[in-house]
């Protein structure tokens, strides 16, 4: 990851099953204006419905130093550890902040009194894999959805067409990133393609608004996920 001549390694941390602790390497650029003083948080992450994130603050996890300040061309490793050495059935999933706490960066110049200063705000994944095997189990329900609605008038805009809404729970034991989500009612499919992929971490429950062809019901039967790994999973109706 490199913003703002800063460069992280990695920025996606997972730690094993078994695995107590891992470092983050963060480098400061030797052209960087100044030091940078960066100060740790480590959040318990979970997720709504629609796949943003909802944070607590955690002490399951400690990281060192606490705060740390780099030199231009200076390294700095972060320790993470985990404080308990017991495995968890469940993946467990949180994110580490580093924030800039030194002084703003001069930023651009807007004229007289008016200049953007900038503050940098790391915000890093860290993923605690499952004890055992990774075990894949998807479960689907219908939502209320959007039935198509007519065009207003005097518009030439075309109508809204009607919707499919589903939600998809993770009862595995492992986050799953969903890439293509593929519905069937009577007689029809329908497939919604997430252009980056959406992660659904363990336990979480995610819902999507699919949009339907003229003519398609909106009463689905089944939902089948493709993932970014390349698998395909058929999820289970009902059940939460």
């Not at 999507?208 to 062809?213: F, Q, S």
Request: glycine share 8%; hydrophobic share 40%; aromatic share 4%.
């Amino acid at each position: 990851m490199a913003a703002a001549q800063v460069v992280i390694t990695p920025v996606f941390v997972e730690l094993g099953a078994r695995q107590r602790a891992t470092s983050i390497s963060i480098t400061l650029s030797e052209k960087a204006r100044g030091p940078l003083r960066l100060q740790t948080e480590l959040l318990r992450w979970a997720q709504d419905l629609n796949g943003d994130p909802v944070t607590e603050p955690t002490d399951e996890l400690v990281v060192t130093p606490p705060i740390a300040e780099l030199q231009p061309g200076a390294t700095q490793l972060f320790r993470l550890a985990l404080r308990s050495a017991r495995p968890a059935s469940d993946e467990l999933a949180y994110r580490l902040i580093l924030e800039d706490v030194g002084e703003p960066t001069p930023g651009a110049n807007l004229g007289p009194g008016m200049t953007i200063n900038f503050r940098m705000r790391y915000d890093l994944p860290v993923m605690v894999a499952p004890l055992g095997k990774v075990e894949n189990h998807l479960r689907w329900k219908p939502c209320p959805a959007v039935a198509a609605a007519p065009a207003p008038a005097a518009s030439f805009a075309n109508p809204r067409g009607p919707e499919a809404c589903v939600r998809l729970l993770n009862d595995g034991n492992r986050r799953v990133k969903v890439q293509t989500l593929t519905l069937a009612g009577e007689g029809w499919q329908q497939a919604l393609s997430l252009k980056e992929g959406e992660n659904v971490l363990a336990g979480a429950e995610r819902e999507w608004r699919v949009p339907l062809v003229a003519g398609q019901s909106g009463v689905t039967r089944g939902l089948q996920v493709q993932t970014a790994r390349g698998e395909t999973l058929q999820a289970e109706a009902g059940g939460f």
